[in-house]
């Protein structure tokens, strides 16, 4: 069974910097994609960046120039350094990773369970 379990989320005043972490952990045969979306009150879940293995990236426009995905393949880790960050960030960040679990030939996608992050004054 795979796992993702992610961190860093927290309370800050507009304009400091957070960043979370996403973990995934079990029987990992390959990770093909790594990403981070949000879902803010009332609102869909939305895509904030992904990085996909061969090291493409993309990112939502409203959080392009102040947020950094980026990816330890050694320690099947993604992260998103956000800086800048405005009232409007404020969201529950989910990790999603695209992973091949040993011994099975496709992929599937596996969430964690989410980490909020505050952007108050």
């Known amino acids: 069974q795979v796992r993702l379990v992610e961190s860093g989320g927290g309370l800050v005043q507009p304009g400091e910097s957070l960043r979370l972490s996403c973990a995934a952990s079990?029987?990992?045969?390959?990770?093909?994609?790594m990403g981070w979306y949000r879902q803010a009150p009332g609102k869909e879940r939305e895509l904030v960046a992904t990085?996909?293995?061969?090291?493409?990236?993309n990112y939502a426009d409203s959080v392009k120039g102040r947020f950094t995905i980026s990816r330890d393949n050694a320690k099947n880790t993604v992260y998103l350094q956000m800086n800048s960050l405005k009232p409007e960030d404020t969201a529950v960040y989910y990790c999603?990773?695209?992973?091949?679990?040993?011994?099975?030939?496709?992929?599937?996608?596996?969430w964690g369970q989410g980490t909020l992050v505050t952007v108050s004054s």
């Open positions: 079990g029987s990992i045969a390959s990770i093909n994609a």
């Open positions: 990085i996909i293995s061969g090291g493409s990236i």
């Open positions: 999603k990773a695209v992973v091949r679990p040993v011994g099975r030939w496709s992929y599937l996608e596996v």
